[in-house]
């Protein structure tokens, strides 16, 4: 089974709670809070109002946090590569080149 989607403020109200903070579903956190509690990546705590990070939770940001920086340091070498006038190393040979 793979991971479920998880927009931009999904991955916001993840980050933020796996920095410590407590989210409270109000306004623009409402629905990506309550998401992630149904996906068990948060849970209430006791006074059922502040949502915090469970573990399946900070597993799942840390493979988000993995995957950015993969995909950075992927794009960087890049353009190193194109700047050298090489072709990337994981580029197919059509692919498009860089300005």
């Known amino acids: 089974m793979s991971d479920p989607f998880l927009s931009e403020d999904d991955l916001i109200v ?9 989210m409270i579903a109000i306004g623009r956190w409402e629905k990506p809070t309550e998401k992630l509690e149904a996906l068990g990546y948060l849970e209430y705590a006791p006074d059922k109002f502040n949502a915090v990070i469970t573990a399946a939770g900070r597993e799942r940001w840390t493979a988000e946090e993995a995957a950015e920086l993969h995909a ?6 890049m353009v190193v ?13 059509d692919a498009r080149r860089l300005q």
């Open 14 to 22: 993840l980050s933020l709670a796996a920095d410590g903070e407590r």
């Open 72 to 77: 950075f340091v992927r794009l960087n070498n």
């Open 81 to 93: 590569e194109e700047k050298k006038g090489k072709e990337p190393a994981d580029a197919p040979g």
